[in-house]
């Protein structure tokens, strides 16, 4: 890849990354725009996959609401994720969960990691 393009990336990246990997249970602080008004949005749900790297990184999150599973993909470095908090690390053998899609109720729990 180009040297500048690199550059530009690097720049772009944030300083401090929060450690949490697939099947963790985390809760996304997001900034929301509503017009000219800005809030904090947060949605807390288990990490099903993260892909790619470095500045293009991106993780996806997903819970049930109100019965329906939902998911997000938010660019790991992007500026409208104030932050990523851990709240129970999970206890997974797979890279990606998509098996969680299928599941419903006390089925589509991970195992808490005890360390």
């Known amino acids: 890849m180009n040297e500048i393009i690199k550059g530009i990336e690097e720049a772009q990246m944030k300083k401090e990354v929060p ?3 697939v099947g963790d249970t985390v ?3 997001a900034k929301v725009k509503e017009g000219n008004r800005e809030r904090t949005q ?4 288990t990490v099903i996959k ?3 790297g470095g500045n293009r990184e991106t993780f996806t ?4 609401s ?5 998911e997000k993909t938010w ?3 992007a500026p409208a994720v104030e932050k990523v908090e851990v709240i129970r690390r999970g206890k997974v053998r797979r ?10 109720g006390k089925k589509a729990k991970v195992k808490e990691l005890v360390r």
């Open 19 to 21: 450690s949490f990997e």
């Open 27 to 29: 809760r996304v602080y």
């Open 42 to 45: 947060v949605f807390e749900g």
């Open 50 to 52: 993260r892909q790619n």
């Open 61 to 64: 999150v997903r819970k049930a």
């Open 66 to 70: 109100n019965g329906i599973g939902v």
């Open 75 to 77: 660019p790991l470095h």
């Open 95 to 104: 890279a990606k969960l998509f098996y969680l899609r299928d599941r419903v």
